[in-house]
Structure formats: structure tokens, C-alpha cells
């Protein structure tokens, strides 16, 4: 506890006393406070001033206090040694986000097609040979069945900013179509701030935290419900997270 900080409670019990004191005496006495009341008027005036004096010292104190705290932070954030899943370990975003990607690349190309064993239809060993750079009848139909199952792929950019006042997001719930989903992020403040998309507790997608700027992360997601916040250390604990709904 600060000097000014003692003081500003010091003066603050000094005047709830005195208030006691004087409201006692005051009810014992019925020609309190008469010939006294200047010098309770410019003792109660005294404190008062001393009690707002070091109120201000004292807010300035935990204003500075604060201001080295977030210096110290992007000094680490520049050096490179923030914690959470998108450190600089295992790359520029981490190893989870690249298995995260990994794994949304596989699940959007579908289950891997097995090669037919043994001899197709208008092959040299089947009946019916179209003869040499002819297409045969398997193939016509594997072709047709690859047009029609897959279709085009929905896509959708979301807009997202940080508040530059608190460390909150302007929005906490998001929703886009199921395929690639794209946050669009924008951060004035000069704290720094990130994006990341995470999914029962496994991180998907994600950037570094960044600071008066703009990023944006994609990730292939199915329909579900997702969570996307900030992983810098306390911003998501001080509320800086929102839900994502893909349908």
C-alpha cells in the first residue's frame, strides 16, 4: 500500500469520527457547536481537502502503475515471450493452429475414394475396350458423380473490432454459413489484441496480437458452435471472448 494511498484512508477515517463526535455532542449539548462552529467548519475543511489531495495522488499512482504494466507487456509481446497457444513456439502461430488447419483441410475434401480392384469396364482385361485414350464407362460415371457432389463452397467475412476504451470486442456473438469463415479484425487501441477460434477447448485458427492495426483469420468450419477470443494473457478472464454459430 502507497504512502498516498494510507494517507487518503488515514483522512477518511479522520472525518467519519469526527462526524460521529460531532453529531454526539451535538445531541448533548444544545448551544453546540455556537462560538465553536469556525474552527469545526475549517476542521472538517482541512480533511476534506487532504482526503480529495491524495485521492488524485494517489489515482495518479495506479495510472502510472498500469501504464508500466502494458509497457512491460509489449515489450514481451516484441520480444516474443507472451504464453498461450499462439506463441511463437512451433512456428509464427503455433502447432495447434496447424493441426487445426490440417484437420478442417480433410474434413471439407471428404472421406479419400478408394481405387476399384481389378479390371474397369473398356479396360484392356474387361469386355468391351474403347480401345487406347478412349474413356471408359467407369470413368464416365466416376466423373459424373464428382461434378455432382461437390458444390460450391459458402463463404463469409465477419466484421470484429476491439473496444479502444476497455478490453472488450464490439460484438460477442457471431454467425456464417458452414465452410470458410473469416474474421475480419480491427484493433485501434495500442494494446494489444487477437482473434482466435477455438472449438470445446481446441484452438483452430488464430494470429498474433497485434496493436493499431488489422488482421484476419479463416478457418473451414463445420456447423457448430464455436468460441473466438483474445489469448493475451487476462484479456479473455476480463471478458474480451464471444460465441461463433456456423449453420
Not at 485458427?205 to 489469448?231: D, H, M, N, Q, R
Request: aromatic share 8%; charged share 25%; proline share 5%.
Amino acid at each position: 500500500m502507497s504512502t498516498n494511498e494510507k494517507l487518503f484512508y488515514a483522512c477518511g477515517i479522520v472525518l467519519a469520527l469526527s462526524a460521529l463526535a460531532v453529531t454526539f455532542v451535538g445531541l448533548k449539548s444544545r448551544d453546540f457547536p455556537g462560538k465553536a462552529l469556525p474552527a469545526v467548519i475549517l476542521w472538517f475543511g482541512v480533511f476534506v481537502i487532504a482526503a480529495t489531495t491524495f485521492a488524485v495522488r494517489y489515482s495518479g499512482e495506479e495510472h502510472e502503475a498500469k501504464a508500466a504494466e502494458y509497457a512491460e507487456f509489449n515489450e514481451k509481446i516484441e520480444k516474443g515471450e507472451t504464453t498461450g497457444g499462439f506463441s511463437n513456439e512451433g512456428g509464427a502461430l503455433g502447432g495447434e493452429r496447424e493441426e487445426g488447419e490440417e484437420e478442417a483441410e480433410k474434413a471439407a475434401e471428404g472421406p479419400e475414394e478408394e481405387e476399384p480392384v481389378g479390371p474397369t469396364t473398356g479396360s484392356k482385361e474387361g469386355n468391351g475396350s474403347s480401345g487406347k485414350g478412349g474413356v471408359t464407362e467407369g470413368e464416365k460415371g466416376a466423373q459424373g458423380n464428382s461434378k455432382g457432389g461437390s458444390g460450391p463452397q459458402a463463404s463469409t467475412t465477419l466484421p470484429l473490432a476491439a473496444d479502444p476504451s476497455a478490453l472488450a470486442f464490439d460484438q460477442t456473438e457471431l454467425s456464417a454459413k458452414a465452410g470458410k469463415v473469416t474474421i475480419d479484425f480491427s484493433n485501434p487501441s495500442p494494446i494489444p489484441h487477437n482473434v482466435v477460434i477455438e472449438q470445446n477447448g481446441k484452438e483452430l485458427a488464430g494470429f498474433e496480437p497485434i496493436a493499431e492495426g488489422e488482421e484476419e483469420v479463416s478457418a473451414e468450419l463445420k456447423a457448430g458452435t464455436y468460441t473466438f477470443f483474445c489469448s493475451v494473457p487476462g484479456h479473455r478472464e476480463a471478458g474480451m471472448e464471444g460465441q461463433l454459430t456456423v449453420k
